[in-house]
């Protein structure tokens, strides 16, 4: 039986607009704690894994510069070491 057709574009517009939909609400989206509809389907769909991620990476900036509270919580590079 043939794979039913998956929209990854669908898809992908649906994540971004439930993770800004997150920062709406007050979310830290770069809390390592918490899992967005973004790296929840770059999970899911490796082909969209790339975009989702750099999305999501964008939509963190976009929350850091608009929300005083979230300054210096962003994604740096030295973070990488931890992992």
């Known amino acids: 039986m043939p794979e039913p057709f998956v929209d990854l574009d669908a898809i992908f517009n649906l994540a971004v607009k439930e993770t800004e ?13 918490a899992v967005t509809s973004l790296e929840w389907y770059a999970n899911k769909y490796p082909e969209i894994a790339e975009r989702c991620n750099n999305a ?28």
């Open 56 to 83: 999501l990476l964008e939509l963190i900036e976009k929350q850091v510069a608009t929300t005083p509270a979230f300054v210096g919580a962003a994604y740096s590079e030295n973070d990488l070491d931890a992992f």
């Open 21 to 33: 939909e997150l920062m709406k609400l007050g979310f830290d989206i770069s809390d390592p704690c």
